[in-house]
C-alpha cells in the first residue's frame, strides 16, 4: 500500500475512533449541541473535532500506569536497557554470568533466553536462576523461551514450554515472556499460573517476515493488554523505512490513545535499528542491548545505549 493510500486510510480510522470517542466521553449529541453555536457547518465540524482531540489528549497524560519490579519502573522516564544471556555451552554460560556481575552499570534488567542456552531440564534451568541472582544482584530476571515459530532456537512442546516458565517463576524470575502464538486457553492459563507465582508477565508477538499494518500491531497489543498482561510487546522485521516507520506510527498510536499499561516496541535488523534508541519518542520502555551474543537482529550494544539515551530526552 503507498503513503497516500495508507494516510487516507489513517485518516478515515482516526475519525472513526475520535467519533467513537467523542460518544464514550459525553455522546456524539452532546458535541453537536456544543458546536452549535457555529452556523456554518465547516466551523462546527471543525469545533467538534477540536473538542474530541483535545479531550483525548487530557485522558492520555496519564493513562499509562508505571509497573515496578523491585526497584525498577518501567513506563517511566528513559527506555530501560535489558541485556540478553545467550550461550551455547556451560562454559559460555558462566562466562556470560561472570561478565556480568561486572558490567552492572551498563543494564537494568538481564533477560534469560532459554531457548538459547544449554538447558536440558528444569534442574539445570533452575540452578542458572540462581547463579544468575547472584551475578546481578538486585536488578531484575526477565526469562524468555522463544520458540522457533516465533524466530526463537529450539521447539519444545506445550507442556514442556508451561513447565519451564512456572519454573522460572518458581524461582524467582520477576519478569517471564509468553508468546501470543499460544493457544488462547492454554496462554490465559499459563498466565494465570505464573502471576500465582508472583511474576509479571509480558505478552510478546514477533513476526520475522514482514512489518503487518499499524491498525493490526495496535490491535494485537490493545487485546494483550485487554487480556490481562502487565507489559505488551511487539518485535517486526522491516524490508523498507517505510515498514519502520509503520511501527513507529503503532507505537505513537498506541501511547496515545490505548495503552493503559507499558509497552515495548522495536522493529529489527539493522534497518530499524533507530526504533531501539527512540523510546522515549514513541514510548517504548524497553530497549535489548547485548554484552557479547545478541538475541535478535539489529540489537546495540548495551554500553552504547548507556551513553545514547539519556541525551534524547
Known sequence: MSMKRRSAARECEC???????????????????HASRHTDKRHQRNYIMME????????????IVPVQVRGLML??????IC????????????KALTRLEGIRDFYDLVELRADICPFGGTRE????????????????????????????????????????????????????????SMMEGDRMSLLSDIHGRGARVIGSFHDFHGTPPADEL?????????????????????????????LLFASVQMQEEWADRPFITMSMGSLGSMTRVCGTFSGSCITFGTIGGESAPG???????????????
Open 15 to 33: 475519525l472513526r475512533a475520535l467519533r467513537s470517542s467523542a460518544e464514550d466521553l459525553y455522546g456524539w449529541e452532546v458535541a453537536c449541541l
Open 218 to 246: 495496535v490491535k494485537k497489543m490493545a487485546g494483550m493488554q485487554m487480556a490481562g498482561f502487565d507489559i505488551t510487546k511487539i518485535a517486526v522485521m522491516p524490508k523498507d523505512r517505510e515498514d519502520v516507520l509503520e
Open 52 to 63: 474530541m482531540i483535545s479531550e483525548l489528549n487530557n485522558l492520555s497524560e496519564s493513562r
Open 75 to 80: 513506563g517511566d522516564g528513559v527506555p530501560k
Open 125 to 180: 534451568l533452575s540452578e542458572s536462576l540462581r547463579r544468575l541472582r547472584k551475578a546481578v544482584g538486585d536488578k531484575p530476571i526477565l526469562f524468555t523461551f522463544r520458540t522457533k515459530e516465533e524466530g526463537g532456537n529450539r521447539e519444545v512442546s506445550f507442556d514442556s514450554y508451561r513447565e519451564m516458565n512456572l519454573c522460572a517463576a518458581q524461582e524467582g524470575a520477576d519478569l517471564v515472556d509468553l508468546q501470543l
Open 299 to 313: 540489537q546495540l550494544k548495551a554500553e552504547v545505549l548507556r551513553t545514547v539515551l539519556p541525551s534524547l530526552l
Open 83 to 94: 541485556v540478553p544471556v545467550v550461550a551455547s555451552d556451560p562454559e559460555q554460560l558462566e
